[in-house]
């Protein structure tokens, strides 16, 4: 008489789970993407800081130019920090998930 399936997501030593796909090459094209993505970002700030610093005239119609500058400071510093906090927010919370898993489980992933 067959044994009962377990619960999804529950193995045991005699019936491990197959693998049904190999998602590096996704996970290696999504990278690929992110650091071009967050490439271009950082291009553009400077790109805006260059133009704001060497053309005097600059300003920001509703601000004069020390208001403006100020405000771009502000600006750049939101604009790194999402960049920053996109790769560093998956990691914390992989972490956080990973500390509940049994010695076994971490082995897996680990080379």
């Known amino acids: 008489m067959p044994k009962h399936e377990l619960l999804p997501g529950v193995t045991t030593a005699e019936c491990p789970p197959r693998v049904t796909c190999d998602a590096h090459a996704a996970i290696r094209k999504a990278r ?3 650091i071009v993505r967050d ?3 950082v291009v553009l700030i400077a790109a805006v800081d260059y133009l704001f610093v060497h053309w005097p005239e600059s300003r920001l119609p509703f ?3 020390m208001q403006s500058l100020t405000f771009l400071r502000c600006i750049n510093a939101v ?3 999402d960049v ?3 790769r560093a927010l998956p990691k914390w919370s992989a ?3 990973a ?3 049994s010695r076994r489980e971490r082995a897996r992933f680990r080379p």
């Open 39 to 41: 490439a271009l970002q």
């Open 32 to 34: 690929r993407g992110a």
């Open 79 to 81: 604009v790194i920090t």
């Open 95 to 97: 972490r956080r998930i």
């Open 63 to 65: 601000l004069d130019r």
């Open 84 to 86: 920053w906090l996109a």
């Open 99 to 101: 500390a509940t898993w």
